[in-house]
């Protein structure tokens, strides 16, 4: 394995700034070519007409257009289902990707940190994403599993053109604007993986923890819905901004407008994320639960063995 | 003087989410009619298309559609100059008002805590600001002088068609998104504005501090443009978040893409506002500049008297 080909892209959703932005700094501040000599970058704005326009999509979420049914299905003619039939010409093509790897760039208004979503958990992506959060303060890693999230054994997102990488997700940030210390925790994880990579190509040491927690996505869960189908309630106070955090049996999750609260009846102890997410309302989504577990890497093995 | 009508506004940005949370939660949750009899309240939902699609505005901005000229100026035909048209029968008309005081709800990604923007520095405006923030923690009070903003005696703000009243802007928060914080404050500042006036109307004793601090609207600053007028530069780290605090001479107020740090210039130490609000990106502007001011209030005085 040789990492050759990397593209950082950012724009996917055309109101989280943090991506564009970032592309513009690293056009002005990227490290010289000499300290990064075993690939090339590719700086990419995946959605520019959105992010002209300060908005997640036109017509769809580009970053739900990556099937591979949908990207050999013709008949699909929005601004967003051409947009990605465009990008896997450029970055991909799915399962035979020139680019070897691909950071994409996204915010959110939860309380989520540094987010790595990994969509798939091959060996070289989980020491990665240990040695971000090695390098990193305040890094978790979430790993939606393709039958988790769509039932079937592939991936919508737009990272999974390539093999290897992740979506990194940074909040809690409004859209439509930058914040500097977000945008430093995206340009610091950015560096850390390039220069995880360049080490690795040049068969140089490379140090992370051999034992890392990953939080892999269960399932979402709805706002209650009042009898037209709207939203009839809102985050309760004790869960908000606490993304990650265990979420107990019969702690209170939801406080509808007549003052009635909504409690977590779970049996298993989930771990909550994107709790309150902007982008989600128009989905009736609140948040997503996943599992917490932790896995055992090796250096040069590319099976994982669940610890617990 | 006497309160008779009384209209509480939310989604006058579609995007605000904090207003319509509360117009719903009002109809749930406000107290019994017996706690205020001396005055009708109307729950006004006014631009209910932008909420719909969750955008700030549809064609316009509405909250910069009520000006008198526009009002009377036929040949304007986007969506909010109609709105802003229909909302002046239903509230106004402007100066000869039905409403005697409107609170209209907006949201902030700045940090501005609970602020009461007046577009009209009456005694009872004041006196009612100088209650809220006496029953309510984290209040400020801004001004914004007509001069100062449209270089007329005129205000183009919702608010502006009732003779009392004020914006109520809350922050931080996301757009499109409510926190159950946020709309408690917005709950709890209507709430003791409605307490006020009931008091008011009945002739009882009503405390509040009778020296106020008021931060009046000065100018605004825009970001730095680069040589094709887009933005070049983000807010400086010294000061995101530092609405409402004093901006010394000499400190950094952005950083550019490359690098370079642009410091403040001002001889007059003024106090920032709306320091990186979402809304104000795509009219370049990074923040406003006000002055600090305090005001000595009396009960039964209609002149203001400056203390400094």
Do not use: W
């Not at 564009?20 to 590719?42: D, G, H, M, Q, W």
């Not at 017509?59 to 591979?68: A, G, I, Q, V």
């Amino acid at each position: 394995m040789k990492i050759q080909k990397i593209a950082i892209v950012g724009g996917t959703h055309g109101n989280e700034y943090t991506g564009p932005y970032l592309l513009n700094l690293l056009k002005k501040r990227v490290p010289p070519a000499a300290t990064y000599s075993t690939f090339e970058l590719n700086l990419f704005l995946s959605n520019p007409k959105a992010y002209k326009n300060n908005v997640r999509f036109v017509d769809d979420d580009l970053n739900r257009s990556f099937l591979k049914e949908d990207l050999s299905n013709y008949s699909l003619d929005s601004y967003e289902s051409n947009r990605a039939k465009v990008i896997n010409q450029v970055l991909g093509p799915k399962e035979q990707s020139k680019t070897d790897l691909i950071i994409d760039i996204h915010s959110t208004t939860a309380n989520m940190g540094v987010s790595i979503i990994l969509v798939n958990d091959n060996m070289l992506n989980l020491q990665l994403a240990s040695y971000i959060k090695y390098n990193i303060p305040n890094v978790y890693i979430y790993y939606i599993p393709p039958e988790t999230y769509t039932g079937k054994n592939d991936h919508p997102f737009l990272n999974s053109l390539a093999k290897y990488g992740f979506a990194l997700e940074l909040g809690p940030i409004p859209n439509g604007v930058v914040r500097y210390d977000i945008l430093m925790q995206a340009y610091d994880a950015t560096l850390a993986c390039l220069a995880f990579i360049e080490k690795k190509n040049k068969g140089l040491d490379v140090n992370f923890e051999d034992e890392i927690e990953i939080y892999e996505h269960v399932k979402t869960v709805e706002f209650p819905l009042n009898s037209d189908g709207k939203i009839d309630a809102f985050i309760h106070e004790n869960i908000q901004d606490m993304d990650y955090k265990p979420l107990e049996n019969g702690v209170s999750i939801f406080e509808k407008f007549d003052g009635e609260v909504v409690v977590n009846h779970e049996d298993e102890i989930f771990f909550p994320v994107f709790i309150n997410e902007a982008a989600y309302y128009y989905k009736n989504i609140a948040f997503s639960l996943t599992r917490k577990k932790k896995i055992k890497l090796s250096m040069n093995n590319t099976n994982v063995t669940p610890v617990v």
